[in-house]
């Protein structure tokens, strides 16, 4: 089995007012779902190749759900808001980051002789960032790097051997004026995730423009960016579609889809699951419940 996690920060499920999600159009999910059903907290699709199901992202533990506790959560199955006591917004501290060293997805699988590999591209401006202590890595850079994972560099994505986090390349090419780096769609972005995720045992991608979006409240930009993840999902489908890959799309709290609220929600977030076979799918029903389902279905024998 080729295991993907699609990774969409602040991207929950929502109501059918102020909600983006429910505004855009978007043709590839809803053949998956067999409608437009990617918002709404009561819907549940459970079968041997689908599921969407809500996660709760509450953590039990009083406040709105953040970043570092909510991400350290889903890539390691350790609950680090109740590690901490409170929800922590952003990079996780010095606990989380032992947490993330100790426990992270990537570690768990590359003990097991996995291949595991982060598809999202960094550039050498990140890396100055980082040696002048003007940033820190995020709790899915960290998790990539407690399992000796590599980062993906500009030359891996110019071979289509990695995505850049906004998908199409546009905030690269700021930044990065200098290189002859292409403008390429959602959809050719998708397809080389596809690509690349065919040579390995687990695979996880990361974007954070939702959450961006999300902050911002521009509708008109936040409508426009769901149907770009759409059309991601049809070009990442357009290569596995006949391949043994199974895959995961869910965030770490929500944002996005409430629009009545300036910042993170209290919401639900999605588990859409696909598979190409027949699976018992594992009773996520929480955040800290994913990285243990994972696991447990790349080094198992989950197939009915």
Same mark, same amino acid.
């Given at each position: ?43 549940? %699709?459970?079968?041997?190749?689908? %599921? ?29 808001? +109740? ?21 992270? %997805? ?109 902050? +911002? ?11 770009? %993840? ?46 190409? +076979? ?27």
């Amino acid at each position: 089995m080729h295991f993907v996690m699609i990774f969409l920060d602040g991207f929950g499920l929502g109501g059918d007012r102020d909600n983006p999600i429910m505004a855009a159009h978007t043709p590839y999910i809803d053949e998956l779902l067999g409608g437009h059903y990617l918002w709404g907290q009561e819907r549940r %699709i459970e079968s041997e190749q689908l %599921i969407l199901i809500p996660l709760d992202a509450s953590l039990d533990v009083t406040g709105i759900p953040q970043s570092a506790t909510g991400q350290t959560t889903l890539w390691t199955g350790v609950n680090g808001a +109740k590690t901490l006591g409170f929800h922590l917004n952003a990079y996780p501290n010095e606990k989380l980051a032992e947490i993330i060293k100790e426990k992270s %997805i990537f570690k768990q699988l590359a003990d097991q002789g996995k291949k595991v590999t982060f598809a999202n591209t960094f550039t050498s401006h990140y890396d100055e960032t980082i040696a002048s202590g003007k940033r820190r890595h995020t709790a899915s850079t960290l998790s990539a790097l407690a399992g000796g994972v590599p980062l993906r560099r500009i030359e891996d994505l110019l071979q289509g051997k990695g995505v850049y986090q906004d998908m199409t390349n546009e905030i690269l090419r700021e930044l990065e004026q200098e290189a002859d780096i292409p403008l390429i769609t959602a959809y050719e972005a998708g397809k080389n995730l596809g690509r690349l995720a065919l040579d390995y045992d687990f695979t996880l991608y990361e974007f954070f423009q939702t959450d961006v979006r999300g902050h +911002k409240q521009d509708w008109e930009k936040a409508v426009a960016l769901i149907e770009q %993840i759409d059309g991601f999902i049809g070009g990442f489908m357009s290569v596995v579609r006949h391949e043994d890959v199974t895959w995961l799309l869910t965030s770490d709290h929500g944002n996005i889809e409430d629009f009545s609220v300036k910042g993170h929600t209290q919401n639900p977030v999605p588990a859409l699951g696909w598979s190409n +076979k027949p699976l018992e799918w594992p009773q996520w029903e929480r955040l800290e419940d994913v990285t243990p389902g994972i696991v447990r279905m790349i080094l198992g024998t989950r197939e009915l």
